[in-house]
Nanobody, 124 residues
Framework: VQLVESGGGSVQAGGSLRLSCAVS????????MGWFRQDSGKEREGVAA????????YYGDSVKGRFIISRDDAENTVYLQMNSLKPEDSAVYYC???????????????????WGQGTQVTVS
């Protein structure tokens, strides 16, 4: 199983970035997909999740109204559109996968079995 994030970088406050996570080695359409972030010295934080099937979306309070998660089951890819970025959004962003929908209902990293290597986002 491989999850490969891309799209990170440096941006000024108020700007936008779009992260992508390309997935292989599992049945993508049957997996909850989540985005997490972790800044140095802090715990990994759930940012957004999207269920398989109906594609229900869940967001952390700190990103609601600014970030949008989406998925393309034909391309085995999950996206995170990040708008109105703030310096406090700076972190390493990880995508994660877990079979079924249950993991999407909580923001706990422990609910996911598969992880990408992360991509750095820096907002100044």
């Amino acid at each position: 199983v491989q999850l490969v994030e891309s799209g990170g970088g440096s941006v000024q406050a108020g700007g936008s970035l779009r992260l992508s996570c390309a997935v292989s080695g599992l049945t993508f359409s049957m997996h909850c997909m989540g985005w997490f972030r972790q800044d140095s010295g802090k715990e990994r934080e759930g940012v957004a999740a999207i269920t398989p099937g109906r594609g229900r979306r869940y967001y952390g309070d700190s990103v609601k109204g600014r970030f949008i998660i989406s998925r393309d089951d034909a391309e085995n890819t999950v996206y995170l559109q990040m708008n109105s970025l703030k310096p406090e959004d700076s972190a390493v962003y990880y995508c994660a996968a877990q079979a079924g929908s249950r993991a999407c209902l909580s923001s706990r990293p422990s609910g996911y079995n598969y992880w990408g290597q992360g991509t750095q986002v820096t907002v100044s």
